[in-house]
């Protein structure tokens, strides 16, 4: 487990003050053994679930901004109206289940090297992580 001073590091960091509320953002975000996908709105239902006291929706978006600013999470664009962060920050490719609206891993072995034909004039490809958006066959099979 993570202790308190492995968090104020990571908030001191991120060029945020250690205080009581990103302590207990910090504690649901890395006391953690699996990789965890969240939305803001989810985090903010979590530390709400978990604690007697509420933190600001605000203290959450910029404290979530932050760390992944300073690469402690990384943010997944679902649409242009929905993302979700990562606590996995290496490179790797992800399922989302439209039904569930639920982002799952997906190992880099599962997928076949990808082939890109082109790059943008003046630009180096840094990584490539796959989307692969998912829902039920509703399909009547005859």
Known sequence: MIKNSEFIEK???SGLRPTKQRLKICEVLFNREKTFHFTINDLAKIISDRLSEKISLATIYNTVHAFKNK???KEISINSDKSYFDTNTT?????FDEDNSELIDCDKDN???INIKKNITGKKINSIEVLIKVASDNQTQN
């Open 91 to 95: 490179d790797h490719h992800h399922f």
């Open 111 to 113: 997928i076949d090297p």
């Open 11 to 13: 908030l001191r960091i």
């Open 71 to 73: 690469g402690y999470l």
